[in-house]
């Protein structure tokens, strides 16, 4: 050998090494066991308690919250108590609240049969949310109140929703300042909720059902988006970016599969093509349907071979396929550590909703024999059930930081989240009024939060997969309902799977 040849083959030797490290550095050995994800998931579900608006209950767990909101409405003669704030603020956004509630209820009706004692638990979570939804639908016909709390008077103070003296607007849409956005994705809550108290509690389910019929007729008669309609007041917080059409589309789909009612299916042919079935897109969240849409819809064709849904097969593929490296159609971005990643602010929220997506997915194929597409490539799915787990373990901890993004899960997580109730003292532990100014100490100090907001999905990391873990950092530190509302049935999903 000669020295040149030595010379290539130990560095060679050098690279396979640095190699071996840099790999297994970023893809930890351990594995979660099912019990884990189970205390996932009832951590998981434990977080909506700490997001409760109105008067707590007696069996409240989470006891370092107390009453808030309690003349919400009142001002304007309508009871808009309850409800959730939807994530570190103390607004009642009802845009991302329904998205929530159809999330939980959808998680339910996949994954209900793997939650095991936690079911009444999730029943209570989404409970919570359609009592306050069916009181904002029903008060005044041709009205849906969307939204309690001026935002940009909220922001401007950093106290505990106990403590709210920041002015409690109301919000509505109406049949002269439309909003069928905001009204079709209450109406798919709605529906989609009605599925999970069918058998437990029938006159609750067939109010859900009656009122979400009621609210899509709203929506689909006076069109046009609510951020047309209340500008500054939604914008740029929950702005409906990609219009009104896929919550249309979207609303109809859920309507039709608890109602079984043939006049959707009419519907969703006779308008798919305008609604958004053409297209093909690649993220799934509270402000674009399309994608589980497709997913929700493929179902009936797996199902019934409907060649009316075979369209919603084909783009649910398309979806798939762009998650999935190495097959024609893979567009997505991942992490060094192989995180899904979509963009800079709550990353995690399209990481919660595609893992929920693909073992949805993934069980409708399993069901029927069913595969995936993708070019020549042919995807099972197993395949997704394996993607879905490398983004629900990352989260939960197995990533190159070693920190789980869910507050009180493992041994490592975020200890200052962007949260004002979780920041401030409790009230059961300093009564005296906080006022607006004075709780921004709370937040500029680097101690760990004083309430521990179990459960919480915090934002999570950026491309490169860093975390700050800094309570001014909103983006990567603040928690919201619709992070874990898709997670609720993935951990459900993996905590009745046997794991290795």
Same mark, same amino acid.
């Given at each position: 050998?000669?020295?040149?040849?030595?010379?290539?083959?130990?560095?060679?030797?050098?690279?396979?090494?640095?190699?071996?490290?840099?790999?297994?550095?970023?893809?930890?050995?351990?594995?979660?066991?099912?019990?884990?994800?189970?205390?996932?998931?009832?951590?998981?579900?434990?977080?909506?308690?700490?997001?409760?608006?109105?008067?707590?209950?007696?069996?409240?767990?989470?006891?370092?919250?107390?009453?808030?909101?309690?003349?919400? *409405?009142?001002?304007?003669?309508?009871?808009?108590?309850?409800?959730?704030?939807?994530?570190?603020?103390?607004?009642?956004?009802?845009?991302?609240?329904?998205?929530?509630?159809?999330?939980?209820?959808?998680?339910?009706?996949?994954?209900?049969?793997?939650?095991?004692?936690?079911?009444?638990?999730?029943?209570?979570?989404?409970?919570?949310?359609?009592?306050?939804?069916?009181?904002?639908?029903?008060?005044?016909?041709?009205?849906?109140?969307?939204?309690?709390?001026?935002?940009?008077?909220?922001?401007?103070?950093?106290?505990?929703?106990?403590?709210?003296?920041?002015?409690?607007?109301?919000?509505?849409?109406?049949?002269?300042?439309?909003?069928?956005?905001?009204?079709?994705?209450?109406?798919?809550?709605?529906?989609?909720?009605?599925?999970?108290?069918?058998?437990?509690?029938?006159?609750?389910?067939?109010?859900?059902?009656?009122?979400?019929?009621?609210?899509?007729?709203?929506?689909?008669?006076?069109?046009?988006?609510?951020?047309?309609?209340?500008?500054?007041?939604?914008?740029?917080?929950?702005?409906?970016?990609?219009?009104?059409?896929?919550?249309?589309?979207?609303?109809?789909?859920?309507?039709?599969?608890?109602?079984?009612?043939?006049?959707?299916?009419?519907?969703?042919?006779?308008?798919?093509?305008?609604?958004?079935?053409?297209?093909?897109?690649?993220?799934?969240?509270?402000?674009?349907?399309?994608?589980?849409?497709?997913?929700?819809?493929?179902?009936?064709?797996?199902?019934?071979?409907?060649?009316?849904?075979?369209?919603?097969?084909?783009?649910?593929?398309?979806?798939?396929?762009?998650?999935?490296?190495?097959?024609?159609?893979?567009?997505?971005?991942?992490?060094?550590?192989?995180?899904?990643?979509?963009?800079?602010?709550?990353?995690?929220?399209?990481?919660?909703?595609?893992?929920?997506?693909?073992?949805?997915?993934?069980?409708?194929?399993?069901?029927? *024999?069913?595969?995936?597409?993708?070019?020549?490539?042919?995807?099972?799915?197993?395949?997704?059930?394996?993607?879905?787990?490398?983004?629900?373990?990352?989260?939960?901890?197995?990533?190159?930081?070693?920190?789980?993004?869910?507050?009180?899960?493992?041994?490592?997580?975020?200890?200052?989240?962007?949260?004002?109730?979780?920041?401030?003292?409790?009230?059961?532990?300093?009564?005296?009024?906080?006022?607006?100014?004075?709780?921004?100490?709370?937040?500029?100090?680097?101690?760990?939060?004083?309430?521990?907001?179990?459960?919480?999905?915090?934002?999570?990391?950026?491309?490169?997969?860093?975390?700050?873990?800094?309570?001014?950092?909103?983006?990567?530190?603040?928690?919201?309902?619709?992070?874990?509302?898709?997670?609720?049935?993935?951990?459900?999903?993996?905590?009745?799977?046997?794991?290795?």
């Amino acid at each position: 050998m000669t020295k040149g040849m030595a010379s290539t083959t130990t560095f060679l030797l050098m690279l396979q090494f640095l190699f071996l490290v840099f790999c297994s550095f970023y893809k930890p050995s351990f594995a979660f066991t099912s019990q884990e994800y189970y205390d996932a998931l009832e951590k998981s579900i434990l977080f909506f308690e700490g997001q409760r608006s109105g008067r707590l209950p007696s069996n409240q767990h989470l006891t370092w919250r107390g009453d808030s909101g309690l003349f919400d *409405g009142s001002s304007y003669h309508v009871d808009l108590v309850g409800g959730y704030y939807d994530a570190g603020d103390n607004v009642k956004f009802g845009f991302p609240m329904a998205f929530t509630t159809t999330l939980l209820a959808w998680s339910v009706i996949e994954f209900g049969s793997s939650m095991q004692n936690q079911i009444e638990n999730a029943k209570a979570a989404i409970r919570w949310s359609t009592d306050y939804l069916l009181k904002a639908a029903t008060t005044t016909p041709d009205t849906l109140y969307v939204q309690v709390g001026d935002p940009n008077m909220d922001h401007r103070c950093w106290e505990r929703p106990e403590d709210m003296d920041t002015p409690r607007n109301v919000y509505k849409v109406s049949a002269q300042n439309p909003g069928s956005d905001v009204a079709a994705e209450t109406a798919a809550a709605l529906a989609a909720s009605s599925l999970v108290f069918k058998d437990s509690d029938p006159s609750y389910s067939s109010k859900l059902l009656q009122t979400a019929i009621q609210v899509f007729n709203f929506a689909d008669r006076y069109r046009g988006s609510y951020s047309d309609s209340l500008n500054s007041v939604v914008c740029p917080f929950y702005c409906s970016y990609s219009g009104y059409h896929d919550e249309l589309l979207w609303s109809a789909s859920w309507i039709y599969k608890a109602s079984g009612i043939n006049s959707y299916v009419q519907y969703i042919q006779s308008n798919g093509h305008i609604l958004g079935a053409d297209d093909d897109v690649y993220s799934f969240s509270w402000d674009d349907k399309r994608a589980g849409t497709k997913i929700l819809l493929s179902k009936e064709f797996l199902e019934k071979d409907s060649e009316e849904f075979q369209l919603y097969k084909a783009h649910a593929d398309n979806y798939i396929c762009s998650l999935m490296s190495g097959t024609p159609g893979f567009q997505a971005q991942y992490t060094p550590g192989g995180l899904l990643y979509k963009g800079s602010a709550s990353n995690l929220q399209y990481v919660t909703s595609t893992a929920f997506l693909l073992l949805t997915y993934a069980k409708y194929l399993n069901s029927n *024999g069913g595969v995936v597409s993708c070019g020549t490539s042919t995807v099972t799915g197993e395949n997704l059930i394996k993607l879905a787990k490398t983004q629900v373990d990352y989260v939960l901890g197995n990533n190159p930081k070693k920190m789980s993004y869910m507050v009180g899960f493992g041994e490592s997580y975020p200890k200052h989240i962007h949260h004002r109730g979780s920041s401030l003292p409790s009230v059961h532990v300093q009564a005296q009024h906080i006022s607006c100014n004075n709780g921004f100490q709370y937040l500029d100090s680097g101690s760990p939060n004083p309430n521990v907001l179990v459960g919480a999905i915090v934002g999570g990391p950026d491309s490169n997969d860093n975390f700050s873990d800094d309570r001014n950092n909103y983006q990567q530190s603040e928690p919201a309902t619709y992070i874990n509302a898709p997670f609720v049935g993935a951990v459900a999903f993996f905590s009745g799977k046997a794991t290795s």
